[in-house]
């Protein structure tokens, strides 16, 4: 059974950074992270394959967070953070057969949910 643990959320001022980890209980899983703000719909961040090669990002990340994979944990290096980026960051992820080296996208149905991690950048 896949489990979810994710961590690095935080206070940060505009303009920092912050680090957020997610954790598999195994390695061959599409991850990626979402992220859902108060009165607002949930929204994709990014995605990265099983195997780490390959990544998407959404329209508002791009060019200032990076996601990565090291065998089971996946990481989102959130740089240049605005107050806009306040939201609960949740870990995602999908089994996938081992030759689909697809990254997690937007419009995938999700099959697991970490439990959420508050990022909470001030002005």
């Known amino acids: 059974q896949v489990q979810l643990v994710e961590s690095g959320g935080g206070l940060v001022q505009a303009g920092g950074s912050l680090r957020l980890s997610c954790t598999a209980s195994?390695?061959?899983?599409?991850m990626g992270w979402f992220r859902q703000a108060p009165w607002k719909e949930r929204e994709f961040v990014a995605g990265?394959?099983?195997?780490?090669?390959s990544t998407s990002y959404g329209d508002s990340t791009k060019g200032r967070f990076t996601i990565s994979k090291v065998k089971n944990t996946m990481f989102l290096q959130m740089n240049a953070l605005e107050p806009e980026d306040t939201a609960v960051y949740y870990c995602?992820?999908?089994?996938?057969?081992?030759?689909?080296?697809?990254?997690?996208?937007?419009?995938?149905?999700?099959?697991?949910w970490g439990q959420g991690t508050q990022v909470t950048v001030s002005s």
């Open positions: 995602a992820a999908n089994m996938m057969d081992p030759f689909d080296t697809r990254p997690l996208e937007s419009n995938w149905r999700v099959q697991y």
């Open positions: 195994v390695r061959t899983y599409a």
């Open positions: 990265i394959s099983w195997s780490g090669g």
